[in-house]
C-alpha cells in the first residue's frame, strides 16, 4: 500500500491542478495535430500578431536593429544562461565567447529598441490576445500553435511527480548510507579514465579558461560533490569546500566577463539568467513542500549574480576606465566586509526575507532560522569577487601566456619550469596549513584562503597551448547540468522524506543488491537532470523575452496572476473539505 510521508498541502494540489489542465491541453494539441488536415479553418481564427509568445520575433527584431543582431542576442543570451548554478553550476555568462575576442572591451551597449505589445495597444489587451489565455480556453489555433511548450510544461510537471513519488512516498524503499574510500575513488578514476578514453577533444583556439574548460572543470567537482553526498565522505569535506568556492568564483568570472565585454544589461537578459537559476528550485520546492534555503547553492548565486549585475550596471560608463573599474571591484569587497562580515548589519538587512531565505532542518530545530544562510553563504562571500578580478585580469594574463608560448624552447621550458615549482610550493604549504585543519578551524580560514587552490589549478590547467586547447567533453556534459543533478540528488538519487529534510537515505530499486541499485539509481537520475535542463530552456525560450521589457511584464503578469488566483481557489475547496473531514 501507498503511504505518503507527509501531508498534501494547499501548494501541492494547486500545481497538481495545473498539471493536469496542462496534460489535457497537450493531449488536445496532439489530438488535433493528428487531425488538422482533415478540420477547416474556423471563421474568427485568423492570423494574429505572434508577439505574445514572448520570444524574440522578428518584429522585436526589426525595431531593435536587425534579424541578425536579435537572433544574436537571444543566442548569446541562451548559451550564457546554460552554463550556470550551480555544489550546482554557477552562470559563467557565455564566458568563453568573451574571451575569445581579444580586442578592447566594446561600449556599453545601447538598450535594444522595445516593441511594446505588437499589435495590442496596452497590457490588459495584449493578456486577453495571449497565446497562454487562448490555450486557456482551449482555441484549436492557440493549441496547435503552443503544441510544443505545452508538451515540455507536461513532461517537467511529470517529472516533478517522480520527484514526490520517489521522495515522499513509500513505493520505494529507503537505504543506508556507507562510505568505503576504495568505492569512492575507484568510480571517480573508472570514470575519469573513460572520460580521456573517449571524449578528449580539442577547442578551436588555446584561449585562457575557455569554455570548454570551464564546463569540464564544473563537471568533474560535481561529480566528486555528488559522491561525497551519496556516500557521505566526511573526509572529503574541505576538498567539497573548495569545489563549491569554485562554482562560485565562475559565477563571479562569467558574469563579470560577459558584461564587462558587451555592455548588455537589459532586463530580458537578466530575467532569462533568474528563470535559469530559480525556475526549477521554485517548482520543487512547491510540490515537495520545502523551503528555497534546503537547496542554497541557488540562493547564493542568485544573490552572488545581482551583486556583478549591479557593480557592472551601476553607472556603465566607467566599466570602461580601468581605474574605476577597479574601483567597483573594490567597493564589491568593501560592501561584504560591511554586509557579511559584521554579523548584526548581515541580521538586521535579512530578517525582513527571513519567509524567503529562513530554514530550521526539522530533525535538527534551531530557533535562529538565518543561521544556515548566515553560514553558507559566509564561506564563499569574498571568491566571487575575485573571480570577477581575474575576469578583469584576463586579458594581460592571456597575452602574457601568449608571450610565454612564443619563447625559445629552453626559455620556454625554463620558465614554465620556475612557475610549476612555485606552485608546487604554495599547494605544499597551502595543503599542510590550511586544508588538513579539521572542519571547523577550516571553515573559520576558508573565506580567506579559497582564492589559493582556485589559482593554482587556474596556472597549471592553462601552463602549455595542450592543456588549453584539450578538454574532457563527458565531464564539459555534466557540467552543463550541475543545477540539475544538484537539486534532483535529494529527491531521485537520494532521499528526504520529510519538508525540509536532508538528504539522510540512499533511493532503492533494488534491495540488497547496492552496486546494481546505484547503477540503476544513477542512470534515471542523470537522465532525468539532462531533460530538465533541456525543459527549463525550453520554457524559458517562451516565457521570458530578452529585448522586449514590455512583454517581459506582461509575462511576469500573467505568471502571478493565474498562479495567485488558482492557489487561492485551491487553498479555499482544499481547507473547506479539510474542515468537512474533521
Known sequence: MVILTSPITSGQATFLVAFVWSLLAWIASEILNWLQSSIPTKPGDEDRDDSETGKLLPTTAAAGGGAAGAVTATVSATAASHHGANGAAPPEAGAAAIVADKSPPAAPAKPAASVGFGVHGNMLTSIAHSGFVDCLLMKRKALLKHRATLRAAVEFGALMCWYFLCDRTTVFAEGEKSYSRDLFVFLFVVLTSVAVGSSLQAFKMPLLLNRPQTEEWKGWMQILFLLYHYFEAREAYNAIRIFIAGYVWMTGF?????????????????????????????????????????????????????????????????????????MKIVACFLFIFVTWDIKTVFYAIWSPFTFLVGYSDPRKASDDVLHEWYFRSSLDRYIWIYGMLCAFMHPPVAALLKYIDEMPIIRRVTVRSFVISLCAVAGYFYYVHIYTLPKLEYNQ???????????????LRNMTPWLRIHHLRLYGWLGCITLETYISQFHIWMKTVIPDGQPKSLLVFIPGYPLLNFALVSALYILISHRLFELTNTLKNAVVPHSNDSLLARNCVMMVVAGAVLWAVVALIYNLVVVVEK
Do not use: E
Open 254 to 326: 562569467g558574469n563579470f566577463s560577459y558584461y564587462y565585454k558587451t555592455g548588455d544589461f537589459c532586463i530580458g537578459r537578466f530575467a532569462q539568467m533568474m528563470w535559469r537559476l530559480n525556475f526549477m528550485v521554485f517548482f520543487t520546492c512547491v510540490v515537495l513542500n520545502n523551503s528555497y534555503m534546503l537547496y542554497y547553492i541557488c540562493p547564493m548565486h542568485t544573490i552572488f549574480t545581482v551583486f556583478v549585475y549591479a557593480a557592472l550596471a551601476i553607472a556603465p560608463q566607467y566599466n570602461q576606465n580601468n581605474f574605476w573599474c577597479l
Open 445 to 459: 580560514v576558508h573565506p580567506y584562503t579559497s582564492w589559493i587552490p582556485i589559482t593554482l589549478w587556474i596556472i
